[in-house]
């Protein structure tokens, strides 16, 4: 065995202890504790199985037909070695827990009951996305630029109007959509209401690009902005160009301050699909450039390398997480696959998916209030890998 333990040690540089880490006067130590617990992974390399079989096609599913299972005979793993995802699935206080690979289902678990109306929760039943979420935004955005409708460069205040702040003109137009999609606005974020859009709420803090903050009210704004580009409504554009093509029964519902988007497990995967396929469904192309794609799921900055446009990436040796002003050492998921991308939302909602080892993973379920659960994220990446290791080393 091989002990991975580069995040523990390199986790100690930002600062000068571990001490002071945990006694930043901010919500965050128990979180800390908690992530420094789970980085400690180990992998084995002693055997080495047949690959994939790589002429086996992409599958999507129809409506109304049963969703293809994976064929084993093409792996050197089977159903028994999925044990250590279904034991993390059992014990994760999970709802859902969904492995496709090729767009077929390798595992499948459902447990508790349904969030409205009782009985039990299944194929069917609906779940929140909380700020998982917000990667349906980052595409449709993506959309309405090449449709036309947006240039994400140009102040936000074009779409907005002036006033949409309580900043001057001057720094007002200094902030734009791609600023919001990459979390460097500069809008001060320690607010009493985090999500408020609100002149009031969104004030001046640092020149874009100087600072690195995740803050749903900047997020909110292109919620905002949709409105007024797609001449409808954020919801309505999203359905329209996102969720009809992808044959999802989703919908968006305001939960608290915020308009959040429900889905069953199974919906969920069909997005991560269609992301991990290059924007592609069946012989259908979204209309969204290619740059703006590959700029979506890559680093938009260089203070968070590993954030793109609301995607959270793998991919550079450092990281920012929410609520944290510091950087970290190493790469958020510690034996992941360097190209994965994560769409990751309160209490542990994961969608996640990686081209290299050709997988697309969902979670819903409850958790500890965690704005992105990285340590829930790093123990299912961990059990995927253990699970399919015989191919993998």
Request: charged letters at 20%; one cysteine or more.
């Amino acid at each position: 065995m091989e002990y991975n333990i580069s995040f523990y040690q390199s986790i100690k540089k930002p600062t000068e202890s571990i001490y002071e880490l945990m006694t930043i006067k901010k919500p965050i130590s128990i979180f800390l504790s908690i992530l420094l617990m789970a980085m400690v992974s180990c992998r084995s390399d002693e055997e080495v199985g047949k690959p994939i079989d790589e002429t086996v096609a992409f599958y999507f599913p129809h409506p109304n037909e049963t969703w293809e299972t994976f064929d084993f005979s093409s792996v050197c793993w089977n159903e028994d070695s999925l044990q250590p995802l279904h034991n993390l699935a059992v014990k994760s206080d999970s709802r859902a827990v969904l492995l496709l690979r090729k767009g077929r289902i390798v595992y499948e678990n459902y447990a508790g009951s349904n969030l409205v109306g009782g009985g039990s929760f299944g194929k069917d039943s609906n779940w929140y996305w909380a700020s998982a979420g917000k990667v349906l935004l980052a595409f449709a955005i993506g959309i309405a630029e090449a449709d036309g409708l947006i240039n994400i460069d140009d102040p936000i205040g074009d779409y907005l109007g002036a006033g949409w702040s309580s900043m001057n003109a001057e720094r007002e137009l200094a902030i734009s959509t791609r600023h919001l999609l990459s979390m460097v606005s500069g809008l001060e974020d320690e607010v009493k209401n985090i999500n408020s859009t609100q002149p009031a709420d969104l004030r001046f803090r640092e020149v874009p690009e100087q600072r690195w903050a995740y803050h749903n009210g900047a997020y909110n704004l292109i919620q905002r902005i949709l409105d007024v580009v797609s001449g409808s409504s954020f919801e309505e554009y999203v359905a329209t160009q996102i969720f009809q093509p992808l044959n999802m029964n989703a919908r968006w519902l305001p939960l608290q301050e915020n308009t959040v988007c429900f889905s069953s497990a199974r919906d969920m995967a069909k997005f991560g699909m269609m992301m991990q396929a290059g924007a592609r469904w069946n012989d259908m192309y979204f209309n969204i450039n290619d740059s703006y794609f590959q700029q979506m799921i890559s680093s938009s900055q260089d203070l968070n390398p590993n954030y793109g446009y609301l995607w959270w990436l793998n991919e550079a040796d450092q990281f920012k997480l929410p609520q944290v002003n510091f950087t970290f050492n190493g790469h958020p998921v510690t034996n992941g696959p360097r190209d994965l991308k994560m769409a990751l939302g309160l209490n542990g909602q994961i969608l996640m998916y990686s081209e290299e080892m050709d997988f697309v993973f969902v979670r819903m379920g409850e958790m500890n209030n965690d704005p992105i659960s990285i340590e829930l994220v790093n123990r299912f990446m961990d059990a995927i890998t253990e699970s399919i290791a015989c191919e993998l080393y």
